[in-house]
């Protein structure tokens, strides 16, 4: 009778090396492999922001509309105040492409040109053109008046401290506002603008019957405001409330658990001392005792 053991272990040893061989060798590829780079997340950000920018800027120049042309220019002021435009290399004839769409959409809808002459004016100054800006925001209050444009337009004066004519601009501009609260926006704004102390000095230009608008809109506009307040209130000490409520719980939960814990270890305890020399009475104890762990709520 012939003997293969020693094929037999020929065949597994050679088996064995040739697997550890292979082993090694995509141990050392594993090694060799160069490590990949670190993920750019800013630059995947700047990436998905410039491409929405340009879907965006598509869009502007082929409809040519009020609202996409807006969209295009609050966009590009979006990517500037994220700073991606000093990141990446971007188009520099941008804004004044952008301004050109909101002049186009002006063009097309002469009744919307105070809002796109303003934001036109907007884009201008968050790129620092302020001559241009401002520039934009006198020909928009010029075309009608509208708080976009007052606002800024107001605060300028403000800064320079051109009281008679901020005073001016807003007696020009109470008269145009459609709606009772463009119409306190206006007289509020003009109050701080003017840098006064009384309501009777910050609308010294006003008629006594603007004054009285005034104050009876601001109590309104006060008590709003109040009552705004007293509701978050409510709301955040509803909330602490059920926090407290849920910390409480789980506090109860985690003793109940402890306690019925203590009680499977009692149990255990006695059983095991109870066993004597009896066959497998320990390891049913234990098991008994774990069954008893599981049943204790979680």
């Given at each position: 009778?012939?003997?293969h053991?020693?094929?037999?272990?020929?065949?597994?040893?050679?088996a064995?090396l040739?697997a550890v061989?292979?082993l090694?060798?995509?141990?050392?590829?594993?090694?060799?492999?160069?490590?990949?780079?670190?993920?750019?997340h800013r630059?995947?950000s700047?990436?998905r922001?410039?491409?929405?920018?340009e879907?965006?800027?598509a869009?502007?120049?082929?409809?040519?509309?009020?609202?996409?042309?807006i969209?295009?220019a609050?966009?590009?002021?979006t990517?500037?105040h994220?700073?991606?435009?000093?990141?990446?290399?971007?188009?520099p004839?941008l804004?004044?492409?952008?301004?050109?769409?909101?002049?186009?959409?002006r063009?097309?809808?002469?009744?919307?040109?105070?809002?796109?002459l303003?934001?036109?004016?907007?884009?201008?100054?968050k790129?620092?053109?302020?001559?241009?800006?401002m520039?934009?925001?006198?020909?928009s209050?010029?075309?009608?008046?509208?708080?976009?444009?007052?606002?800024?337009?107001?605060?300028?004066?403000?800064?320079?401290?051109e009281?008679?004519?901020?005073e001016?601009?807003?007696?020009?501009t109470?008269?145009?506002?459609?709606?009772?609260?463009?119409?306190y926006?206006?007289?509020e704004?003009c109050i701080?603008?003017?840098?006064?102390?009384?309501?009777?000095?910050?609308?010294?230009?006003?008629?006594?019957?603007d004054?009285?608008?005034?104050?009876e809109?601001?109590?309104e506009?006060?008590?709003?405001?109040?009552?705004?307040?007293?509701?978050?209130?409510?709301?955040?000490?509803?909330?602490?409330?059920?926090?407290?409520?849920?910390?409480?719980?789980?506090?109860r939960?985690?003793?109940?658990?402890?306690?019925c814990?203590?009680?499977?270890e009692?149990?255990?305890?006695?059983?095991?001392?109870?066993?004597?020399?009896?066959?497998?009475?320990?390891?049913?104890?234990?098991?008994?005792?774990w069954?008893?762990k599981?049943s204790?709520?979680?």
């Open positions: 009778m012939t003997n053991a020693p094929h037999r272990y020929f065949h597994l040893l050679s064995t040739f061989g292979c090694h060798g995509l141990a050392k590829e594993k090694e060799a492999a160069p490590m990949p780079p670190p993920r750019d630059a995947e700047d990436a922001q410039i491409d929405q920018m879907k965006l800027r869009k502007a120049n082929q409809t040519g509309t009020p609202v996409d042309a969209t295009f609050v966009f590009l002021g990517l500037h994220n700073k991606v435009d000093e990141r990446r290399n971007l188009p004839t804004v004044d492409e952008a301004a050109t769409c909101l002049d186009r959409a063009k097309e809808r002469p009744e919307e040109a105070p809002e796109l303003a934001r036109k004016g907007e884009l201008y100054m790129f620092d053109r302020n001559d241009e800006g520039a934009a925001m006198r020909e209050m010029a075309a009608r008046p509208n708080t976009r444009a007052f606002e800024i337009l107001g605060k300028a004066h403000k800064d320079a401290n009281v008679a004519e901020l001016r601009m807003c007696k020009k109470l008269p145009a506002m459609k709606t009772d609260n463009e119409r926006f206006v007289l704004k701080e603008y003017s840098g006064a102390s009384t309501v009777e000095s910050g609308l010294r230009w006003a008629s006594k019957k004054v009285e608008f005034y104050r809109k601001r109590v506009v006060d008590k709003a405001h109040q009552e705004f307040l007293e509701r978050k209130r409510a709301d955040d000490a509803r909330q602490r409330e059920e926090w407290r409520a849920q910390d409480r719980e789980r506090d939960q985690r003793n109940e658990k402890a306690g814990e203590r009680q499977c009692s149990v255990h305890s006695l059983c095991k001392a109870s066993c004597g020399s009896t066959t497998g009475c320990m390891g049913r104890c234990q098991s008994d005792a069954d008893c599981k204790c709520r979680r």
